[in-house]
């Protein structure tokens, strides 16, 4: 049965010590990547902070704007091997056993309801689920445990799943009230555009070297920056700081937020929650608010070593679950920030 991936026992010390030299790592890797697209690295940043965050990220787009080929060069950049990588297009008539693994025959002769998840996505540390919103109320109802609560179900009895990573594609989001939850388990949303219109001549000289390298299986982009490694030491690097509890001369206790959020910027922030709520009619959950504060520590970390700026609070730019949301926070995010 799939077994919950333990990091090994790195204290905080030891990755205190690292931690600059994983962070310079995580952007050679981003910088590197994005050389091998055109005016992509926006969504490889986001799938850099998704990844060390351990928070799934969802692309959408319409076809052919290089939303599987980011996953799967983000993926060979990283050096995974296939067994702790899965991805799967899913269709209104996929079956749970397609994503979880077939029920055992033999287990079912026992009377047990088994499945050998072997392969699947119980058993992958890295997934990409392309198409996730055609998923039937079946594979709906996996997908939401596995995601938030990173467990299955063998025969009733919830068992743990190694995924650490997961990337999502659609090329429509749907308006169906029965996939809110779904929706709302990705705080992070980002759209792949086409980008022939502003860059024709790089996109055809891209284009053609992205055919030389499938043809001749050459894989320029695996430069051995970074690896799954450097993303989970840096998860539970920061998971050591949110839970630290820091103490002054004067006998004060600081948290996270008091020592890595600076009071005018936390206000902002607020304030900027509240106005998308009340006046663009935004959507924000209390637990997409909770996460969203652990992606904007993780973009503050990666991008300047801790501590929150104003230009962090453009990741609230990524919340919208509509194509209209989106274009409203595209536009009013860094408007509202002062920062366009």
Do not use: C
Request: proline share 4%; glycine share 4%.
């Amino acid at each position: 049965m799939a077994q919950a991936i333990s990091d090994p026992d790195w204290t905080f010390e030891q990755l205190q010590n690292e931690a600059e030299s994983i962070r310079t790592r995580l952007h050679h890797f981003r910088n590197s990547l994005g050389r091998f697209f055109v005016e992509k690295q926006e969504i490889i940043d986001l799938m850099v902070i998704a990844a060390v965050a351990q928070e799934p990220l969802l692309l959408v787009g319409p076809p052919g704007t290089a939303k599987s080929d980011l996953v799967l060069k983000f993926k060979d950049a990283m050096n995974l091997p296939g067994e702790d990588y899965f991805e799967y297009m899913l269709t209104r008539f996929s079956e749970p056993s397609e994503i979880v693994g077939p029920i055992d025959i033999n287990q079912l002769r026992e009377g047990k309801y088994i499945r050998r998840e072997q392969g699947k996505l119980p058993t992958a540390r890295v997934a990409f689920l392309d198409e996730i919103f055609k998923s039937n109320s079946a594979i709906l109802n996996i997908l939401l445990t596995i995601i938030n609560e990173r467990k299955f179900y063998q025969d009733g009895v919830p068992q743990p799943v190694r995924l650490q990573v997961l990337f999502a594609a659609t090329n429509e989001i749907p308006e169906h009230g029965e996939l809110s939850a779904l929706k709302d388990r990705f705080v992070l949303k980002v759209e792949s555009q086409s980008v022939q219109k502003n860059h024709f001549e790089a996109l055809i000289d891209s284009g053609l070297q992205a055919e030389v390298h499938r043809v001749l299986q050459q894989k320029p982009w695996m430069e051995d920056h970074a690896n799954l490694t450097d993303f989970v030491k840096a998860h539970r690097y920061l998971t050591f700081l949110f839970g630290r509890q820091e103490n002054t001369t004067q006998e004060e206790t600081f948290n996270d937020r008091q020592i890595f959020f600076p009071t005018e910027i936390f206000q902002e922030f607020q304030r900027l929650v509240s106005t998308l709520v009340q006046e663009e009619k935004i959507a924000i959950s209390d637990r997409k608010l909770v996460k969203l504060y652990k992606l904007l520590r993780t973009r503050a970390w990666l991008f300047a070593g801790g501590t929150v700026s104003r230009d962090d609070l453009r990741l609230l730019t990524y919340l919208g679950e509509t194509h209209e949301e989106m274009a409203i926070l595209r536009e009013k995010v860094p408007l509202y920030l002062g920062l366009a």
